[in-house]
């Protein structure tokens, strides 16, 4: 008979209550499951607090803030952008909240009554440290302390021949500009930095130039620099702000002195209390090439002159090709220097020293053109919180493409935060559950993400009754107090709450490390952190917090720096292990024919001479040199076992993540299909016994089926459709003996197993039929399971209170369980919000017994549901299948049930498209919506809105009246399943 296995886990109603903790994760022996329950504060996600637009009032503060706590939200990040949440869109006419802005007296009081309000409510806050959403500039900054690019203009001339000619200035913004040097480049050939001749001493500051040009043919280069123009992104209209310059200590530190001390002066003992996080978001501000102490900075860096080699910027070779390849390569790391010294480690410095913590997004978006200014995996580790971003839409492959996650372990660094589920227009026009955003949220968390700052929770400044109220333009996910499903979305965020419990503790198990390019399972480093903070131990590959590897990965298409093939040299000497194909050439340098040279004989020795095989390994010194195959297979010829080895093909569909916290072994596994799943696998873990910690109901119960083996523990881990659990390894295996095998009666019945406490196992099935169990000892035993009572649908008319966020509620009767949208009545037809179904069901006596669980089926749910039965809470269901445990609710004769079913605000504001409008819109797009042009006369003078059949307000329009509407409510049999049990013999 095949084997087939359906894990069913029974859900519990649980709140998340959890109280504000100081510090973070415990170690391994302290991993509690009753905190695990009721997750700390350091554990719950956070959320991006947009202040849109000039909007925003103190009622709304509070309530938002009230609402956040009550949610189960640990704190929040302020931004104060544009109305229209991109300047691709044109903001609001009007403000709801005249007199306030950025820095003025009015937006510091509400900044202080946040915080204030945060300390009441043991919230954590934080400020986006510019206006807008990236990078970092302000009204402080001026032209001189801005980005720098270099610019030039060019002239031809023959010689010899006294030169007298003023020479074009070249192009500038901002009207600033400043000359860097006067150059004659001979104009044929690749001219050596010697045939160069430096002129900018003969130029006067008007642009005329007087010399004697030489006999030849020359260009002569006016090379300058100007602002490169860049300002903050989605800052309010009429911002009067620039980006300071990422490579000037002095910009750097002007831009943060003008953002750190009004904070603490107008928040006073709030500051490094309640409000604690200085933020900057994702780099957006493009390339610069130039800062006013370039050339000192760039002498001191690589000890050589910039001046005669600016030709190369203008497309000029000079010396040649290699050489010229070579000065720009040492550019690229002088500006990724600066920017790590002077934007990431000096405004790191200046906030610690103010009692502050910097989260950053150390990552380049926007225009792919654009070159990257600086390295995330030497910037990731430098940060006190670093972060990464996803959006939920994306597909599996594009979450965390920077790879931050990987970037952090080597350096100790165990929590990375993620702005978390943004979307666009088109994927988030109030449409979104927590359904939609499991499959990312997941993805996100096998990736090492453990710590959600929900994108967003959108400041609303109106009256209760204009809901969903203020939006960030087209961007989403929308949370906040305003989403149809705030009530019962804190099922889904007690979920995110307790995955984040454990996936906090210890750190992410990498048994080896990467150079420069991420290789899937493990670390990565970058050549800057080969070079300066790797040692060997006993053949291992060290940090500098003692983390090791069994070996260092060198993925490369044949080039490396000569630097850095030396250093990989040195530590094989020592005893460490290299896997990776044979470099063939130096990166490009200025003295390339010397470099190649000692390059080829270093690689011969470390790979041996001529073309290696396909796959090989050579000794050197005390280490050795693998190539060819996988770095998986490598790792196994060194004896290492894997993480997690799945028995069978690798199911694509099952994310997972291994984490270790002092001798507890953490395992994450999540199943995005929707299907069940039966995972065989063999597990690293030693003399520890595996229990189920489950992150939707807060159940810790011990696993069923697993037996110790010579690679690990072997386990049999049943998943429902869209489930993920964690298995933990933390107490001493107490067993004797261990359930290796069950065979089920026929393929494709559906059961579950249990451990009991006195050491044996039960089976529990819906369906009659004799179950067989192998143990590890060679025993076998039998259980047999006796008939069920057939299921039971819950008929007959269904009474329903329909009770909108907005407008009055209103009942009905339904004997058909189909979609609202299917109603002739437009009250239900369009309806958004809660619709509570009631019913009565009947139980025969001889349908209770201790060896029957009953499970309650609701089928097709759009899009949530809250059950209670006879008056007591049993738990909400947001994802498929909607199935819960309800043995412990029902009682022989007549139940009552409540089913409150929550769908998305979408179907409202299609329905408002019926009416009379009376706002006004601008110009938008069909993919992503169009805002509100200005704040209609009856909203701001607080009268009643003269369409008086819309009953939704928005400040973003995602739909038209001709919009498709969404299936909404129960769809289709709600019935009650009987699973009886029986004990092994």
């Known amino acids: 008979m095949k084997k087939y296995w359906r894990r069913f886990l029974f859900l519990a109603s649980v709140a998340l209550l959890g109280c504000v903790c100081a510090g973070g994760p415990p170690r391994g022996d302290d991993i509690k499951a009753g905190a695990f329950l009721s997750p700390p504060a350091w554990a719950r996600p956070q959320v991006m607090w947009h202040w849109v637009g000039y909007n925003v009032t103190k009622e ?121 040097a006067v150059l004659l480049v001979p104009r044929s050939g690749e001219p050596s930095p010697g045939k160069i001749i430096d002129v900018t001493d003969k130029m006067r500051p008007d642009g005329r130039l007087i010399c004697e040009i030489p006999k030849g043919k020359y260009t002569i280069y006016r090379f300058g620099h100007t602002p490169t123009g860049s300002k903050p992104s989605a800052a309010p209209k009429n911002t009067n702000a620039l980006e300071a310059d990422k490579m000037s200590a002095h910009a750097m530190r002007l831009h943060m002195k003008n953002v750190l001390k009004p904070l603490k002066k107008n928040l006073g003992d709030y500051f490094g209390r309640s409000f604690k996080i200085i933020n900057f978001d994702s780099y957006e501000a493009g390339a610069q090439n130039w800062t006013p102490l370039m050339r000192t900075e760039f002498q001191a860096r690589k000890g050589y002159d910039i001046i005669p080699w600016l030709p190369v910027l203008a497309g000029r070779i000079i010396e040649s090709k290699e050489a010229s390849e070579g000065f720009q390569r040492d550019l690229k790391t002088v500006i990724a220097d600066m920017y790590l010294e002077y934007s990431f480690r000096l405004p790191k410095k200046m906030i610690n020293e103010m009692g502050l913590e910097m989260q950053s997004e150390p990552y380049m978006t926007g225009p792919g053109h654009h070159p990257k200014p600086f390295n995330t995996f030497d910037a990731a580790p430098v940060v006190d919180r670093p972060t990464t971003e996803f959006w939920f839409h994306r597909r599996r492959d594009e979450l965390d493409i920077w790879q931050v996650n990987a970037a952090l372990p080597f350096f100790g660094k165990t929590v990375l935060s993620a702005e978390a589920f943004s979307g666009r227009g088109e994927h988030s026009s109030w449409n979104e559950t927590p359904a939609r955003l499991k499959f990312s949220g997941d993805i996100a ?184 195959g996988s770095v998986e297979e490598a790792l196994r010829g060194l004896g290492v076992s894997p993480s997690v080895k799945f028995n069978g093909a690798v199911d694509d ?22 299907k069940p799943k039966l995972l065989n696998l063999v597990l690293r873990s030693e003399n520890k016994t595996p229990e189920i910690w489950n992150p939707e109901t807060g159940s810790v119960s011990p696993l069923a089926v697993w037996h110790p083996t010579d690679a690990g523990v072997g386990v049999s881990l049943p998943l429902k459709a869209n489930e993920a659990l964690f298995v933990v390894f933390r107490k001493p295996v107490a067993r004797k003996d261990f359930a290796a095998n069950v065979i089920s009666p026929e393929s494709g019945v559906s059961y579950a197993m249990e451990a009991r406490a006195d050491a044996g196992w039960i089976v529990k099935a819906p369906e009659a039929g004799d179950y067989i169990l192998q143990t590890a000892a060679g025993k076998t ?51 958004s919000g809660t619709a509570i179904y009631t019913n009565t069901f009947t139980i025969p006596k001889g349908n209770i017994a201790n060896d029957l669980s009953v499970l309650l089926k609701l089928g097709d749910v759009r899009e949530m549901a809250s059950v209670s039965i006879n008056g007591r809470q049993v738990g909400t269901l947001w994802h498929a299948p909607f199935e819960i445990d309800v043995t412990q609710y029902i009682k022989p004769g007549v139940n009552e049930i409540s089913i409150s079913v929550t769908n998305t605000w979408a179907n409202r504001l299609i329905g408002d498209g019926q009416y009379p409008d009376d706002c006004e819109w601008g110009w938008g797009n069909a993919k992503e919506g169009r805002p509100l042009r200005m704040f209609p006369a009856w909203l701001i003078e607080g009268k009643p809105r003269p369409s008086a059949q819309r009953q939704a307000f928005s400040t973003w329009n995602y739909f038209t009246e001709k919009s498709a509407l969404l299936d909404a409510g129960l769809l289709g049999e709600v019935k009650l399943e009987f699973w009886r049990h029986a004990a092994f013999q």
């Not at 934080?126 to 060019?154: D, F, K, R, Y």
């Not at 099952?654 to 299909?673: L, M, P, V």
């Not at 329903?800 to 009545?825: I, N, Q, R, Y």
Request: charged share 20%.
């Open 60 to 180: 709304g503060i509070t309530k938002d803030l009230e609402s956040m706590k009550n949610a189960g939200i640990a704190g929040a990040l302020i931004f104060q952008i544009t109305s229209a949440g991109t300047s691709r869109f044109t903001s609001l006419a009007n403000v709801y909240t005249p007199g306030i802005e950025y820095y003025n007296d009015k937006w510091f009081a509400l900044l202080r009554h946040a915080a204030a309000e945060a300390d009441r409510l043991g919230l954590e806050l934080g400020l986006h440290n510019c206006i807008g959403w990236s990078v970092s500039g302000g009204s402080w900054i001026t032209p001189e302390n801005t980005m720098m690019q270099v610019v030039w203009s060019e002239a031809g001339i023959t010689g010899p021949i006294a030169y007298d000619k003023f020479l074009a200035q070249p192009a500038s913004k901002l009207n600033y500009y400043k000359d860097i």
């Open 653 to 674: 569909s099952i994310c997972w993540q291994h984490r270790k916290a002092g001798d507890t072994d953490i395992f994450y596994f999540s199943n995005i299909e929707a």
């Open 781 to 831: 035993l039998r259980a047999t399971v006796a008939s069920a009572p057939e299921s039971m649908a819950i008929s007959g008319e269904w009474k329903v209170k329909f009770e909108p966020p907005a407008g009055g509620s209103f009942s009905s009767k339904l004997t058909t369980l189909e979609s609202w949208t299917c109603s002739g009545d437009k009250r239900i037809k369009y309806f």
């Open 445 to 628: 968390f096998s990736r090492g993400v453990n710590r959600m700052i929900l994108h967003h929770w959108v400041h609303q400044p109106f009256p209760d009754h204009l809901k969903p109220g203020m939006c960030m333009g087209p961007w989403g996910t929308h949370f906040g107090r305003n989403q149809t499903w705030y009530e019962p979305g804190k099922a889904w965020l007690s979920y995110l709450a307790r995955s984040q419990y454990l996936l906090q503790q210890g750190e992410k198990v990498s048994d080896f490390v990467s150079l420069d390019v991420y290789m899937p399972g493990g670390d990565v480093i970058s050549r800057k952190t080969l070079l300066n903070h790797v040692t060997i131990k006993d053949g291992n590959v060290v940090s500098p917090t003692g983390r090791t590897y069994k070996l260092l990965a060198v993925p490369n298409q044949g080039t490396l720096e000569l630097e850095t093939l030396e250093k990989i040299g040195e530590v094989v000497e020592q005893g460490a292990v290299i896997f990776g194909p044979k470099p063939t050439t130096p990166a490009p340098c200025r003295d390339f024919p010397a470099a190649a040279k000692r390059f080829k004989k270093l690689a011969d020795r470390l790979w041996g001479e001529g073309t290696p095989s396909s796959k090989g390994e050579n000794i050197c010194g005390s280490g050795k040199v693998l190539w060819g």
